[in-house]
């Protein structure tokens, strides 16, 4: 009964190194006469082979991640490859580089760059958020009339713009600042005729005309208050911010006051029709005169702390017919 068992075993071992000899020349023809790769599929359509996908993939993602030109922000790929592990005739060679292209001319590229506006309209274009600074703070520098109203964004778009130079964005965007007509330090007597009556409402009516924010700052008295500064409750609201800033035109009108007008300090008045005039005192400077029409965000005055007033801010004031309205109703 051994005896049998000990021959089965042999048996068995030699036919064990038979299927293994076998199978090392079955896989030692295979090896020679194929390879293993990967079919490469993109959109539905075989484009070639890589004998490395992981090689292939990680170059796509970073040319979707950063693009080839100056200014990509990203590419996007609407197309990415599928991968088919298959053994390839050695004489069939990879194309990598082909297939790479192919996956570049689907896909769309998207700039980044820089816009500075004014008054929300685009007026120069730069390539880095650091030139775009820049210019912004060249600008203030030189106290250009327009500063308050610049801005930067950052944009994303599939054609690239012409971009300037610093100096070039700054020659084109600055504008001379207006000299004053009336300071706090001059003498001068007050011009054209204002209402300067406590009579206020808190109601809210319809004025027919849209307001802009004077100046950017923090409201610091708010309409209708009492004060122990005051006689009488507040006729407008307060908004503090730093002496000499900006202060623009509500809304387009003519100036109807310019000059000095008791607790009010330096004022100017603007009448917008229909009985609308809005206010705006305690100024370090005047730049406008009466008579004289100016537009919606034109430059008028800067912020002072004239008159009855506790520190640099502007003291603005809507009246319709007279009456003091909350300007909160219709601004900030």
Known sequence: MLKKVLVHTRKSIKLMILLAIATF??????SYFFKPT?????????VGYTSNKAELQTKISEYMENGDGKNIAF????????????????????????IFEKVKTSGTAYYRYYAIS???EEKAYVSNFSEAESVVNTL???????IETLAISEKYETENKEFVTVEAAVSALYQEP???????????????TVNTASTISRTKVDIGISLIRPVSGIITSRFSESS??????????????????PIKAAAGGTVTFAGKKGSYGNMVVITHGNGVQTYYCHCKSLYVKVGQTVAQGATIAAVGSTGNSTGPHLHLEVRVNGVA???????Y
Do not use: F, M, W
């Open 25 to 30: 020349l079955v896989i030692g023809i295979v």
């Open 38 to 46: 990967y079919r490469v599929i993109l959109a539905g359509e075989q």
């Open 75 to 98: 590419v996007q790929v609407d197309e990415l490859p599928e991968y088919q592990l298959c053994l390839l005739k050695r004489g069939i060679v990879t194309n990598d580089e082909e």
């Open 118 to 120: 004014q008054n929300q």
């Open 140 to 146: 203030k520098e030189k106290n250009s009339a327009n």
């Open 178 to 192: 207006v000299k004053a007509v009336v300071t706090s330090t001059q003498k001068s007597s007050s011009s054209g």
């Open 228 to 245: 122990r500064i005051r006689s009488s409750r507040h006729t407008g609201l307060d908004i503090a911010t730093s002496a000499g800033t």
């Open 325 to 331: 309205y909350n300007p909160q109703n219709y601004v």
